[in-house]
């Protein structure tokens, strides 16, 4: 439809991005910026090109640290991206091995809060099959707010993917986390 009213203008990446910036606004109600339109499409889109980029929700800090370094991003960008689990869910599949035999030594990952354990087995029982649709949110404490408090939740031993809750286990990212969590929010957040 963009296509017919503006040939060869307006490219589907410029269409993402601004979905993505009114999105934001939308749900922070807070968060205004602005995108330069320009992004040319790519050509070719191969779908394992897609895990093979993107981290694991397996990955410890020294994996993610280097898998963003990979792409010259800082371990100050993985703190800031991984924000964005501020709203978005997982599958059961996704963290379901953090909840039951997770080591030897322990049937649960001893890294989740004990309470938020509990809730996570009721929502995903030991039988959940990989195809199961059952999600759970990324951030607990406000699942459709996109705000700070997804670090918050990390703090409180609330992150549900063990590559979010394993940006506390490098001190010099776990110090990022913790100033995101402790920053107020402002009222209004103009980039622009
Ligand atoms: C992360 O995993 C890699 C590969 O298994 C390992 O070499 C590294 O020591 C681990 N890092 C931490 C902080 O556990
Ligand atoms: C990262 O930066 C180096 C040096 O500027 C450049 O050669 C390389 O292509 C960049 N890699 C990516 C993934 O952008
Ligand atoms: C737990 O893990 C151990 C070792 O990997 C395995 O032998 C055992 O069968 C597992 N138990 C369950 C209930 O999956
Ligand atoms: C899992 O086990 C529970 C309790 O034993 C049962 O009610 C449920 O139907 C099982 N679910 C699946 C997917 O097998
Ligand atoms: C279920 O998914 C997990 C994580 O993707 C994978 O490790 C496991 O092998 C899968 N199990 C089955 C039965 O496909």
Redesign the pocket.
């Known amino acids: 439809m963009v296509e017919s009213q503006c040939p060869s203008t307006v490219s589907c990446a410029d269409i993402l991005a601004f979905a993505v910036r009114d999105s934001t606004t939308l749900a922070s109600k807070k968060i205004l910026y602005q995108v330069a339109a320009g992004r040319r499409d790519g050509r070719i889109s191969l779908e394992n090109e897609v895990t093979i980029n993107l981290p694991s929700q397996?990955f410890n800090a020294t994996q993610l640290i280097s898998n963003f370094e990979s792409k010259n991003l800082t371990a100050e960008d993985l703190v800031i991206l991984t924000g964005a689990h501020s709203i978005g869910v997982a599958h059961c599949?996704?963290f379901?091995?953090r909840l039951y035999n997770f080591s030897a030594a322990s049937g649960t990952d001893p890294t989740l809060d004990p309470v938020y354990a509990a809730i996570l087995k009721r929502k995903c029982p030991s039988n959940t099959?990989?195809s199961s649709s059952t999600v759970v949110a990324l951030d607990s404490l406000t699942p459709k707010i996109l705000d700070n408090m997804f670090y918050v939740g990390l703090m409180k031993n609330l992150g549900l993917l063990s590559s979010d809750q394993a940006l506390l286990t490098e001190e010099f990212v776990r110090i990022m986390v913790e100033m995101n969590a402790n920053s107020e929010n402002p009222d209004l957040v103009k980039l622009w």
């Open positions: 397996y599949e996704s379901i091995n099959t990989n």
